[in-house]
T-cell receptor
C-alpha cells in the first residue's frame, strides 16, 4: 500500500458525460500528479500540482481539468467523454522538489474508466 | 524530440538473470527511475539513479550512464512473481515531471 488513495476504483459511464476522479496524497506529500494509461499508449503524464498550484502540464486535453485543494487532495474532471477516454487513471504523490532528497513518486491504485 | 526506449518483451527462466536496457533522449535530466507494474495495478517504485554507476537493492540492481543516455535494470534469481512490466522513467524538469518509456514485459517461465 503506497499511502495514496483514489476513488472510485471503477467508473462506467456513457459518451458525452462528465466524471470526477479523486485522489488523496500520502501524508506529508505536497505534489500530486495525474497519469493516463491506455492499452496502446503506456503511461502518459497529464498534469502536476504542487501545494495547490499547477506546476506542469503534459498531454492533457482541453476537456480535462484538475485542481488541488487546500487539504492537498486533488480532483481530475473529465468532460464530454469519448470512447477513447477509456483508460486507467493514476494519481501519484511526492514530497516535492524542495525535500532535499529523492523526490520519488508513489502511485495510487488507479481508477478504471470505461466509456460506453 | 524526447524519447525513452526499452525492449517490448523479454522471457527468462525462473532462477535466471535478466537485464532490461533503457536509452533516453530528453530535454532535461534530473534522475531516472525504474518501476514495476503488474497488469491492472499501480506502478511500484524499484530504484532511482541520478549519478553514474550501479545501485544495488537486494535482487534488483540499476545502472546509469548519463553520458551515454543509458540505464539498465538487472533482475537476479528470477521468481515467478517477477513477471510484470518494468517501466523506465526520466525526470525531465526541476518539478519532478516523469516521462515514461512504454515498458518491458518480463515473462518468467518455470
Amino acid at each position: 500500500d503506497s499511502g495514496v488513495t483514489q476513488t472510485p476504483k471503477h467508473l462506467i459511464t456513457a459518451t458525452g458525460q462528465r466524471v470526477t476522479l479523486r485522489c488523496s496524497p500520502r501524508s506529508g506529500d505536497l505534489s500530486v500528479y495525474w497519469y493516463q494509461q491506455s492499452l496502446d499508449q503506456g503511461l502518459q503524464f497529464l498534469i502536476q500540482y504542487y501545494n495547490g498550484e499547477e506546476r506542469a502540464k503534459g498531454n492533457i486535453l482541453e476537456r480535462f481539468s484538475a485542481q488541488q485543494f487546500p487539504d492537498l487532495h486533488s480532483e481530475l474532471n473529465l468532460s464530454s467523454l469519448e470512447l477513447g477516454d477509456s483508460a486507467l487513471y493514476f494519481c501519484a504523490s511526492s514530497v516535492g522538489p524542495y525535500s532535499g532528497g529523492t523526490d520519488t513518486q508513489y502511485f495510487g491504485p488507479g481508477t478504471r474508466l470505461t466509456v460506453l | 524530440g524526447q524519447n525513452i526506449d526499452q525492449p517490448t518483451e523479454m522471457t527468462a527462466t525462473e532462477g535466471a538473470i535478466v537485464q532490461i536496457n533503457c536509452t533516453y533522449q530528453t530535454s532535461g535530466f534530473n534522475g531516472l527511475f525504474w518501476y514495476q507494474q503488474h497488469a491492472g495495478e499501480a506502478p511500484t517504485f524499484l530504484s532511482y539513479n541520478v549519478l553514474d554507476g550501479l545501485e544495488e537493492k537486494g535482487r534488483f540492481s540499476s545502472f546509469l550512464s548519463r553520458s551515454k543516455g543509458y540505464s539498465y535494470l538487472l533482475l537476479k534469481e528470477l521468481q515467478m512473481k517477477d513477471s510484470a512490466s518494468y517501466l523506465c522513467a526520466v525526470i525531465s524538469d526541476s518539478w519532478g515531471k516523469l516521462q515514461f518509456g512504454a515498458g518491458t514485459q518480463v515473462v518468467v517461465t518455470p
